[in-house]
C-alpha cells in the first residue's frame, strides 16, 4: 500500500541544521511531484517547498528561502529537506506530500524542535 515515512527530526539549537528524509513506496515515485509542508500548534500547514517529478523545478516559501533546500533521488524514492540556520520559529511537525494530475498522499509528519 501507500506510505509517506518521514524521518529525521528531533531537536536542536537554534543555528543548527537537520536533514529530514521521506521514504515512498506503493505508487510511480518519479511521476509525482513531491513538497514539505510543517504545521505548529494553532496555526494553518504552510507550503515550504515543493520539486517537480524530475527535480528541474524547485519553489521555496519566503520564510524558508535561502535556508531550506528540497532534493529527490528518484533512484531511492526518497525526497530530501536540509534545514539550516534554524529558527525557535521553525518548530512544527513536518510533513512530506506527494501529487499529481490525480491524486495526492500524506505521510504521518516528524516533530522538529528548535530550542536552547
Known amino acids: 500500500q501507500v506510505q509517506l515515512v518521514e524521518s529525521g527530526g528531533g531537536l536542536v539549537q537554534p543555528g543548527g541544521s537537520l536533514r529530514l528524509s521521506c521514504a515512498a513506496s506503493?505508487?510511480?515515485?518519479?511521476?509525482?511531484?513531491m513538497s514539505w509542508y510543517r504545521q505548529a500548534p494553532g496555526k494553518q500547514r504552510e507550503l515550504l517547498a515543493t520539486?517537480?517529478?524530475?527535480?528541474?523545478?524547485?519553489t521555496y516559501a519566503d520564510s524558508v528561502k535561502g535556508r531550506f533546500t528540497i532534493s529527490r533521488d528518484n533512484a531511492k524514492n526518497t525526497v530530501y529537506l536540509q534545514m539550516n540556520s534554524l529558527k525557535p520559529d521553525d518548530t512544527a511537525v513536518y510533513y512530506c506530500?506527494?501529487?499529481?494530475?490525480?491524486?495526492?498522499?500524506w505521510g504521518q509528519g516528524t516533530q522538529v524542535t528548535v530550542s536552547s
Open positions: 506530500y506527494a501529487r499529481n494530475i490525480v491524486r495526492f498522499y
Open positions: 506503493g505508487f510511480t515515485f518519479s511521476s509525482y511531484a
Open positions: 520539486s517537480t517529478s524530475a527535480g528541474m523545478t524547485l
